[in-house]
Every structure is written in C-alpha cells, then in structure tokens.
C-alpha cells in the first residue's frame, strides 16, 4: 500500500536510513520545508491528501487539522508539540507523535555553551577581535556557582548532569519530579529564583508555564543572574526580561527560543548582555539522525497499524 508523506523538517534531507524506512514502507513523500516554519494558514493550505506529516516547528491548529482530509498521523520531529493541537487531533482519530530523547544531549550541550558564552562574554569579545577591537572584559567562573534548573524531564537531568561535572551546585524544581538524583537538591520555585547565579529554562510549553519569568519572576532572582532559554519562548515574557536586562537586575540572558521566530525588531536584539541563536538546540549531526529515524517510524508505525511507544496522548478532559 501506498501513502502519501508530508515532510516540513528541513534537516530531513540529510542522507540516513530514515529515507530507507519511508521507502520500504511505500511512502511517497514530499519534502516541501520552507524557510521558515509554516504557519497556520500556509499548512492548511498544503495539507489536504496526505496520509502522514512529518512536522518541523509548523503551526498546526485545530483549523489545520480540519482542513486534513485523509490525515492519519502526525509525527513531530522533535519533541515539543506545543505547536500541535492535540485534542483537535484526538477527536479527528488522528495520532500524534514524537521523538523523545533524540535531541536530549544537542539541547543539554547547547545550554551549557551559552552558559559559558555569558559568563566569559564570548560572542561580543569575539566580535570585536575580529573588528580590530582587542577587548578583556573580566568574567566569572561556573565552578562553584549555583545553576537552578527549571523543569527536570531528560533534558534537564542532561543538564544538571554535566553541570555536577563542572562543580556547580545544582538546585531544581519541577512538579513532576518523581525520583530523585544524586548531587542535585529539589526546591520550590521561589528558593531556585533567589538562590541562582544562572537559571536554566527546560521546561514544557503549558498555560501554567507561559510567562513563567515575567517581572514579578525576575525581580526575586539574584542581581546581575543569568538566564538561560532553549526550551520554548512562552515561558518567557520577552518585554519584562528586556527592561530586567536593561537595567541590570538581569546581568545577561541568552535564549534559543523566541515567542515569535525569527524575533524581526526584538528589542532584546539590541542589548548587549543579551546573546541569540536561531533555535539550533537540536541541531547536530547525531540529534538531526535521530529525530529523523524515530521520527519515521513513528509515522510508518502508526500508519501500518503497529504498536507505537512515542504516542503523545491528548490534554484530559
């Protein structure tokens, strides 16, 4: 039998067996990625007589998913699907999926970089070598410092893990923390913000979570903290951070995640002690093989009939 394929994800034109798996499985797929992720009323537009989609960071509302006439699955190349109205796909018998743990270490890594990166103030110094501007500014070390980290599913762990290594002390909040870990204190919200030189976001998008730092947030961090975003933009209120930033309440923040991508006139863009990259946490060689793989027999799974372990069940109620 065959079926027709959507693919958004840019990266899934690399080379690799994902190619083989849809193949195999009579998938005649259509790698229509855009340079931007899509949003609502383009995906709607394109995705009418496809069986399957393999989606990127597209917008798929409950208007998209009424306009998939003969949609069967949605598998995210990734993990987050926020972007993905779930129940809307539930109540059209449309199965969603994900990829989890393929972009676990990419993202962990990631977070560290920018830690380091706002710590040594690496991208504007380095800048201005380049320029002809020799510049020494002093910064401070990670060992010894206190990382709290927000939101402690794998990519958190992965974090907290790899920070443990470099000697900080590691505090962490998460309501669904079930079992805990070697080296790292579980706190409330309030004591992780007070008590943290740097604060990392892994947390998912959620209404409880959206603006979870917002002006109140920041004003009980330390003075001159950092902060750290590669999870989702809508935990961050980007107005309250600029103005935290602005006046040094915040000493630096560096996101990979922005409410709307690419942030075109973000004051944020404008601040030096503020450093952005264009959501490239699960962006390396190995994450991108990953997410394609898993990302592929997701779909060919859910589309044969087959047991599925990556399906993403629907909000209750």
Known sequence: MNYRVLVTARSFANPGRHHEILQVAGCQVDHRAPAHPYSAEELRAIIPGYDGVILGLDACDASVIEAADQLRVISRYGVGVDAVDLAAAARKGIVVTNTPGANQTAVAELALGLMFALARRIPQVASAAVNGVWQRPTGWELSGKTLGVVGFGAIGRDVAAKALALGMRVIAYDPFWSKEVVGVERVELAALFAQSDVVTLHAAATPETQNLINAQTLATMKRGAFLINTARGDLVDEGALY?????????????????????????????????ATPHIGATTRESVARMAQMSSENLVQVLKGEPCAAIVKPPAG
Do not use: M, R, W, Y
Not at 254 to 270: I, K, R, V
């Open 243 to 275: 103005v935290a930033l602005k006046d040094g309440q915040i000493g630096g923040a560096a996101a990979d995640a922005f409410q709307h991508e690419p942030p075109d006139g973000s004051p944020l863009l404008t601040l030096e002690n503020f450093i």
